[in-house]
């Protein structure tokens, strides 16, 4: 194989931004051979902009035909860990965008069909994985001169949705067709990052969801409180309400403190204060009272060139030339392999069980009682469920 040759399942607004890229050329690893749609109004577009790319209705036919070698699924959520089971079944490779899925289960069942087939690659566009702020974090982090964690506090609040976002209508803003609000449409990125950055397992969450400010049923404003192995904590407070919104990350650990902040993902800055001696050592040793640890302060932002390429070509395609790479055995390492969606889904799953309970989540999360949670909200809303103003 020169080239990978994928097909795209469901080419809206996404996928179409997908399927754009890989027609102009921006992955020389990378063809686009096949796009498919349930909507004659998508593949009108595709037979009218994509000449000489084949166009399916239904995406089992375009599983089992040979012209492709890989999938990316671009569905409505509820849809991936299921496309992607059978994609694998047909000897595709599969890159599914965020969020893995709706709920633990499915995408549990999803990851560990995909290990039987481990001739095929299996992964998931988390595309923010590729910012160079964040990957700097997670250098700073793994070379351990952030020293043990203490605490991560997240706030994302600069997701503005006005009501006319959720009128649009469609999937969006419903349990039936989204299965949650700011949690699982905004959020996927960052709930990766939060538990990819602390880089431990999350055993408890508390929560509140509330929906503020608009007629939808799902939440659009949540605080949550976690605890990771080890005893360090971490605050995500996100919303889609916020005006002006906010994002903000801090971690803090023996080492000092990462704060990373900005508005885009091109102009986000990374400031590390580093500790010149360990909090805990510095405690036992110093003998002046009120001592001030010694630090230094480094400062890390995209340089003007990532800023412009970043701008341009957008993170997510980054993560399809990974995955070409990986397929053509070029590279050995997925950007973010499927099966880490279940880290971030968790903790989704964990804060929406705490929010509609009000109860600690303790890990590993009751998943039927999630299931029956989310179904009764599914129910209501089938019913005619009143949307809160
Ligand atoms: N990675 C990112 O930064 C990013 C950004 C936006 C959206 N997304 C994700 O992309 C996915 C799609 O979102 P969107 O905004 O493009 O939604 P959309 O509603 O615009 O597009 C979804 C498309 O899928 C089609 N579809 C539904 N079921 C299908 C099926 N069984 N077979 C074939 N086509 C089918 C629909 O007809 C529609 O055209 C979601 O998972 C969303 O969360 C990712």
Redesign the pocket.
């Known amino acids: 194989m020169d080239k990978v040759r994928y097909g795209i ?9 997908y399927a754009k890229r890989l027609f102009k050329g921006m992955d020389k690893n990378g063809v686009l051979a096949a796009v ?4 004659e109004d ?1 593949r009108q577009w595709a037979t009218d902009n994509l000449a000489g790319v084949k166009v399916f ?3 089992k036919e375009m599983l089992a035909s040979d012209a492709i070698d890989a999938v990316i ?5 509820y ?2 860990p299921g ?1 992607a089971i059978e994609a694998l079944d047909a000897g595709k490779h599969v890159l599914c ?3 893995a899925g709706v709920f633990t289960k499915a995408v549990r069942e999803a990851a560990e069909h995909g290990k039987t087939k481990p001739e095929l690659k299996f992964g998931i ?4 994985r590729t910012n160079k702020v964040y990957v700097k974090a997670k250098e700073i982090i793994d070379s351990g001169r952030l020293g043990n964690l203490k605490r991560i506090v997240w706030i994302i609040t600069n997701w503005y949705r006005p009501q006319a976002y959720y009128d649009q209508g ?3 803003g419903t349990w039936a067709g989204e299965g949650g609000g700011v949690l699982i ?1 905004q959020d ?2 960052q709930l990766d990052l939060f538990t990819w950055l602390a880089g431990k397992p999350i055993t408890k969450v508390w929560s509140v969801t509330k929906t503020v400010g608009r007629k939808i049923n799902v939440e659009n404003d949540v605080t949550a409180v976690c605890e990771f192995e080890g005893g360090a904590e971490g605050v995500f407070i996100t919303s889609t309400h916020d005006a002006p919104g906010t994002n903000r990350l801090e971690i803090t650990g023996d080492g000092g403190k990462m704060i990373i902040e900005g508005g885009s993902d091109v102009t986000m800055k990374l400031t590390f204060v580093e500790n010149l001696v360990p909090e805990p050592q510095f405690s036992a040793e110093n003998k002046v009272f009120m001592g001030k640890i010694p630090t230094k302060t480094y400062r890390y932002k995209l340089n003007l060139i990532d800023m412009i390429k970043g701008a341009i070509e957008q993170q ?1 395609i980054n993560v399809i030339r990974n995955f070409s790479l990986v397929v053509l055995g070029k590279e050995d390492k997925l950007i973010a392999p499927y099966a880490d969606g279940l880290n971030g889904l968790t903790f989704s799953n964990a804060i929406h069980l705490s929010g509609w309970t009000g109860k600690q989540v303790v890990y590993p999360i009751d998943e039927e009682a999630y299931i029956a949670e989310l179904n009764k909200r599914v129910d209501e809303e089938k019913n005619g469920g009143v949307k809160q103003a």
């Open positions: 399942i469901g080419i809206g607004k996404q996928g179409s931004n498919c749609d349930v909507k998508r209705e239904d995406y699924i671009d569905t409505p959520h849809a991936h496309i965008d965020k969020p566009l988390y595309n923010q469609g999937w969006r449409n996927p990125h997510h």
